[in-house]
């Protein structure tokens, strides 16, 4: 599977838009864009995932680049409970396993 | 609510010990997952398991192993524990094998906390 990057961390105000980038410039042809989540020690949270078209579901829209190099997670309203690791992962389905980078920390601040 | 349940939360044990951790996976998912999260490593991909056989394997250590019964729960076995074997150990479970790139959301059970002393 291509390999992600993302920032280490962000901020965001509450109730305004988070914006996270990822790059995967290596994706190939066959490879999804999966977002998670995981709030402190708790379980990852499934957020989206997306091939080519831009896609939004009732947690957040996935924009993704027309030639798939990189993709940004959008929570159109963050609020504190948003306050998480953010998790980009390229996934194909021949590895049959999700792998877990570092992800960014996004802060959502009062 | 994932709906996936891990029992115990929180396991504390021994070095040189064996302890087994347990998954029930959401309603009508035939696939279970096993991560591993330690503060070095993040969350690591150890073993799936889909319909009672196995899928596949990632960074799982000889000691560690893992099966899913007919009823669909998932037990893993932790044996001759090590100090550096303490993390925390989730469960996710989905209702395919994973194969293709869509259809994978994979939904993550709220952990099992061991520490090895």
């Known amino acids: 599977d291509a390999k992600t990057t993302q920032p280490t961390s962000m901020d965001c105000a509450e109730g305004r838009a988070a914006n996270l980038p990822c790059n995967h410039s290596?994706?190939?042809?066959?490879?999804?864009v999966y977002w998670y989540r995981q709030i402190h020690s708790q379980g990852p949270q499934y957020i989206i995932h997306?091939?080519?078209n831009n896609e939004t579901n009732e947690m957040a829209s996935l924009i993704i680049t027309e030639d798939r190099k990189s993709s940004t997670l959008i929570l159109p309203h963050a609020t504190l409970r948003d306050t998480a690791v953010y998790y980009c992962?390229?996934?194909?389905?021949?590895?049959?396993?999700?792998?877990f980078g570092s992800g960014t920390q996004l802060t959502v601040l009062p | 609510d994932s709906g996936v349940t891990q029992t115990p939360k929180h396991l504390i044990t021994a070095t040189g010990q064996r302890v087994t951790l347990r998954c029930s996976p959401r309603?009508?998912?035939?696939?279970v997952y096993w991560y591993q999260q330690s503060l070095d490593q993040g969350l690591q991909f150890l073993i799936q398991?889909?319909?009672?056989?196995?899928?596949a394997k990632g960074n799982i250590l000889e000691r560690f192993s893992a099966q899913q019964f007919p009823d669909l729960h998932s037990e893993l076995n932790l044996s001759s524990l090590e100090l550096g074997d303490s993390a925390l150990y989730f469960c996710?479970?989905?209702?395919?094998?994973?194969?293709?790139?869509?259809?994978?959301?994979?939904?993550f059970g709220p952990g099992t906390r061991l520490t090895v002393l």
């Open positions: 992962i390229v996934f194909s389905g021949s590895a049959r396993q999700l792998t």
């Open positions: 290596t994706i190939s042809g066959n490879e999804y």
């Open positions: 309603s009508g998912d035939l696939s």
């Open positions: 398991y889909y319909n009672g056989e196995e899928r």
């Open positions: 997306g091939l080519k």
């Open positions: 996710a479970s989905s209702p395919r094998a994973g194969a293709g790139g869509s259809y994978n959301e994979q939904f």
